[in-house]
T-cell receptor, first 109, second 112 residues
Framework: GQNIDQPTEMTATEGAIVQINCTYQ??????LFWYQQHAGEAPTFLSY??LDGLEEKGRFSSFLSRSKGYSYLLLKELQMKDSASYLC??????????WGAGTKLIIKP | IAGITQAPTSQILAAGRRMTLRCTQD?????MYWYRQDLGLGLRLIHY???????GKGEVPDGYSVSRANTDDFPLTLASAVPSQTSVYFC???????????FGEGSRLTVL
């Protein structure tokens, strides 16, 4: 079967760095996506990785290792507004997105 | 209209009633999707459409139907609502073959 695993909840301190991990087992791979979802709102696109390595976009970076079925989202200089759920999703062989349950990130002052 | 619009934003209905959730996009995306989101579970695909005139079943299609008469509109119908269909429903769109989805604000549905 297809499976995406990510931690249910994480806590970090304002100004710090946090890494949210995602492991996956899917039938085929056409890219891995990270989305941010604030409570009561719709998910919004953060990043896309299809090749191994690190993609940096401002305070956010995303890493992919296809051989390990592993990705992480790195958030630097955390701000209170970063409190949200972070969703990992993999595009399978049919280009359908398989979603993880999301990681709720709590930022403390 | 900018992006994707869903209606209603919230609805309470009695079990057995018929309900249609509306979704309209103005980005001329070919692909549209309906997801449900429940606590502790990832987004689950109900139905999708890769282009006007075609639809496909997702992971959890039972009890739901969709139509895609044109590029912009993608309504989701619950023929006879049941309590297990209580959920938050998101409509999304994208260019075909990309995973960058644009989501509507969601429709919170409660079936009693």
């Amino acid at each position: 079967g297809q499976n995406i695993d990510q931690p249910t909840e994480m806590t970090a301190t304002e100004g710090a760095i946090v890494q949210i991990n995602c492991t996956y087992q899917t039938s085929g791979f056409n890219g891995l996506f990270w989305y941010q979802q604030h409570a009561g709102e719709a998910p919004t696109f953060l990043s896309y990785n299809v090749l191994d390595g690190l993609e940096e976009k401002g305070r956010f970076s995303s890493f992919l290792s296809r051989s390990k079925g592993y990705s992480y989202l790195l958030l630097k200089e955390l701000q209170m507004k970063d409190s949200a759920s972070y969703l990992c999703a993999v595009s399978d062989s049919n280009y359908q997105l398989i979603w993880g349950a999301g990681t709720k990130l709590i930022i403390k002052p | 209209i900018a992006g994707i619009t869903q209606a209603p934003t919230s609805q309470i209905l009695a079990a057995g009633r018929r309900m249609t959730l509306r979704c309209t996009q103005d980005m001329r995306h070919n692909a549209m999707y309906w997801y449900r989101q429940d606590l502790g579970l990832g987004l689950r695909l109900i139905h999708y459409s890769n282009t006007a005139g075609t639809t496909g079943k997702g992971e959890v299609p039972d009890g739901y139907s969709v139509s895609r008469a044109n590029t912009d509109d993608f309504p989701l119908t619950l023929a006879s609502a049941v309590p297990s269909q209580t959920s938050v429903y998101f409509c999304a769109s994208s260019d075909v073959g990309t995973g960058e989805l644009f989501f509507g604000e969601g429709s919170r549905l409660t079936v009693l």
